[in-house]
């Protein structure tokens, strides 16, 4: 399907920011935050930072190097390049058949914010209550989330996400500066100073297994890796682009957002809850539960929150369309059926799936799989196993039966690759050893038998 007529991103730039756009979302304004409250703050920010310098280029140059190479997207790029590896693609297909519907959920909690800014109800938003009130009710998240996933959904359809790529690439930008002034303002509160360290200063007696292996499924979904999406974006690149100059900048745009996120949220959480252990846990209520009462201190507070709702709309849009097109696209190709029909299924399956989530929260609380909401199960399941066994098959794949040459050369189409020698040393050790330790380590821990 996508062969025919396959159009090349014009540029550099182009290139830069439609990867970024699929990259940059909820995981760096929602996840990245939480994760970091409650794994321990500055080191889990110190093991990030670390694992997306050199896990994160590694993978993200492998995955766009192999789809500029055979010019394919995922499933049909690990065939072409060897048969037997064909289930790397097919694995990393399921992720964002996974991530879907429960992204949406998030995405209807953010509209349904947005909307209760514009409608005056700023203060009640605030309330320590109002979140917790609002996900455990029946029909209001269903419906929050139907919108965010109906959106989705026709600028899928209609094929028009050229348009809103083109709005985004105007307001991301508009979001880093408004993330800066909102960040700036948490910092400065009185009492932000404990946050900002716990945030900023690692405290190594907080390092674990389970802090790496959340980090590295972060740095996963934040960049959107292991799950083919990056092997797509990387066959509409021209040959003459800078591979690893974009890799690079992608990187840093997608960090820089996730830290501004973090210094928004963090310091805030210990002026108004008091960093408490268990405010620094809430894990995805925390967003939520934070930034209104920031914005309730701010003088014209409720602007800033209209603003910064619409702009994580807008960025988380333009996540849940390219997780969307990519199962729209594999459906397609695999049933040989048309676009319409393909994007009808995905929407009654992401339906069905997002239900659950929801109601996880409200009047299914007390299903629990492996100790967890089916929210936050779907959250483990995509990115602390399926992604890291992804990763894992795809450093084995280049390491081993590609090797590292074929992507250097691919690389060096487009000049000189200075990390050659980081590149080589991680994908073919560094990489596939950590992600295997960890992700043993972690699931017997799921399962509870072995605690770490
Ligand atoms: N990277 C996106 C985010 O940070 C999520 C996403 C994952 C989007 C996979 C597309 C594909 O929000």
């Known amino acids: 399907m996508n062969n025919e007529n396959r159009s090349s ?57 192999i789809g500029r190479k055979t010019g394919l997207s995922s499933i049909e790029a690990f065939k072409k390049l060897d048969k037997r590896f064909s289930f790397i693609g097919y694995l990393g297909a399921i992720v964002p058949v996974i991530i879907l519907p429960y992204y949406s959920v998030i995405g209807g909690w953010v509209t349904k914010y947005l909307v209760a800014f514009v409608s005056g109800g700023a203060s009640a938003a605030a309330q320590d209550a109002y979140f917790g009130n609002f996900i455990s009710q029946t029909g209001e998240p269903i419906l929050w989330f139907s919108i965010f996933l109906g959106i989705t959904a026709i600028i899928v359809l209609c094929g028009v996400e050229k348009g809103i790529e083109k709005v985004s690439k105007f307001m991301m930008p508009v979001l880093i500066a408004l993330s800066i002034v909102i960040a700036v303002y948490s910092v400065c509160l009185p009492g932000a100073m404990e946050g900002v360290k716990y945030y900023l200063m690692p405290d190594f007696s907080k390092f674990s297994v389970t802090t790496v292996l959340a980090a590295m499924g972060q740095l996963f979904y934040s960049m959107s890796l292991a799950m083919g999406i990056m092997i797509t974006y990387g066959s509409y690149m021209k040959k003459d682009v800078s591979l690893e100059s974009s890799v690079t900048q992608i990187e840093i745009f997608d960090t820089g957002i996730a830290f501004l996120a973090g210094l928004m949220i963090i310091p805030a959480v210990f002026v108004f809850s008091g960093g408490t252990p268990e405010a620094l846990g809430k894990g995805p209520s925390l967003m939520f539960v934070t930034l209104p009462k920031v914005f309730e201190t701010m003088a014209g507070g409720t602007y800033i929150g209209i603003a910064f709702f619409l702009l994580v709309l807008f960025a988380a849009l333009t996540s849940s369309i390219s997780l969307m097109e990519t199962v729209v696209s594999i459906v397609c190709d695999k049933l040989q059926i048309k676009r319409t029909l393909s994007c009808l299924i995905v929407l009654a399956l992401s339906v069905v799936l997002g239900l659950l989530s929801t109601l996880g929260y409200g009047i299914w609380a007390e299903v629990k799989i ?73 699931v017997l821990d799921a399962f509870g038998i072995f605690k770490i």
Do not use: H
């Open 370 to 442: 492996i100790g967890l909401q089916f929210l936050d199960f779907f959250d483990f399941i995509s990115n602390s196993v399926l992604m890291p066994i992804v990763a894992f098959f795809t450093c084995v794949f280049v390491g081993y039966v590609i090797k590292p040459q074929s992507i250097i050369e691919e690389v060096e189409l487009s000049g000189k690759f200075k990390r050659k020698a980081l590149f080589n040393v991680v994908i073919k050790y560094l990489a596939p050893v950590c992600i295997i330790l960890i992700l043993v380590s972690s």
């Open 9 to 65: 991103f014009t540029g550099k730039i182009g290139f830069v920011l439609a990867a970024a756009g699929s990259a940059v979302g909820l995981g760096n304004i929602w996840r990245f935050p939480y994760l970091a409250a409650k794994y321990g703050g500055g080191i889990f920010l110190l093991v990030y930072i670390v694992l997306a310098i050199t896990f994160g280029f590694a993978l993200m140059t492998a995955e766009i190097a």
